[in-house]
Antibody, heavy 116, light 112 residues
Framework: QVQLVQSGAEVKKPGASVRVSCKAS????????IHWLRQAPGQSLEWVGW????????KYSEKFQGRVTITRDTSANTAYMELSSLRSEDTAMFYC?????????WGQGTLVTVSS | DIVMTQSPESLTVSLGERATINCKSS???????????LAWYQQKPGQPPKLLIS???TRESGVPDRFSGSGSGTDFTLTISGLQAEDVAVYYC?????????FGQGTKVEIK
């Protein structure tokens, strides 16, 4: 079955960077794009960006442009999201999701806490 | 950006009764292929969202048939016919018509 397994919770200081991984299994990794989404506590979901896992092309939300980098390692069936210049409003759960137009499969989420 | 507006923000329904959630997009999400690029998700506390409905009305495999989606263009509805205790959750609509993909603000469903 399709699984997306994300790396563990992170605690970072303001201004630091965080890198979250998303390991895929149960399907051909390069067939479907991986998206990243942010969900602040008690809030809705916000699209961060996506990567074409076949050719590595990325697209980012304007809100995160310049602070986010999404990459992938096809040999490891893993996608990564790096977010820099962290601020308190980045304290949130970050999810990766497999795109088949909509989001059919999700990672379990990675809690990123930004605190001095 | 396409703005997705859900109503109501919260809903309290008796067991076995119907729950209706509305979602309105700020522009049409009906593509030229006659498909509505809209999905519904259910999110329970401490869990990631779970896909219920795609293409506005196609139920995901394994989703109980008490969940149904309808609508076209800019106005959509998720209906839970015969609410069960395990349906307590937050429900989100989501368009995948164009970037940036956006979500509604969510509707919290509780038992009366």
């Amino acid at each position: 079955q399709v699984q997306l397994v994300q790396s563990g919770a992170e605690v970072k200081k303001p201004g630091a960077s965080v890198r979250v991984s998303c390991k895929a299994s149960g399907y051909i990794f390069t067939n479907d794009a991986i998206h990243w989404l942010r969900q602040a506590p008690g809030q809705s979901l916000e699209w961060v960006g996506w990567i074409n896992t076949d050719n590595g092309i990325t697209k980012y939300s304007e809100k995160f442009q310049g602070r986010v980098t999404i990459t992938r390692d096809t040999s490891a069936n893993t996608a990564y999201m790096e977010l820099s210049s962290l601020r308190s409003e980045d304290t949130a759960m970050f999810y990766c999701a497999r795109e088949t137009y909509y989001y059919g499969s999700w990672g379990q989420g990675t809690l990123v806490t930004v605190s001095s | 950006d396409i703005v997705m507006t859900q109503s109501p923000e919260s809903l309290t329904v008796s067991l076995g009764e119907r729950a209706t959630i509305n979602c309105k997009s700020s522009q049409t999400i009906l593509y030229s292929n006659n498909k509505n690029y809209l999905a519904w998700y259910q999110q329970k506390p401490g869990q990631p969202p779970k896909l219920l409905i795609s293409w506005a009305s196609t139920r995901e495999s394994g989703v109980p048939d008490r969940f149904s989606g309808s609508g076209s263009g800019t106005d959509f509805t998720l209906t839970i016919s015969g609410l069960q205790a395990e349906d307590v959750a937050v429900y989100y609509c989501h368009h995948y018509y164009s970037t940036p993909w956006t979500f509604g603000q969510g509707t919290k469903v509780e038992i009366k």
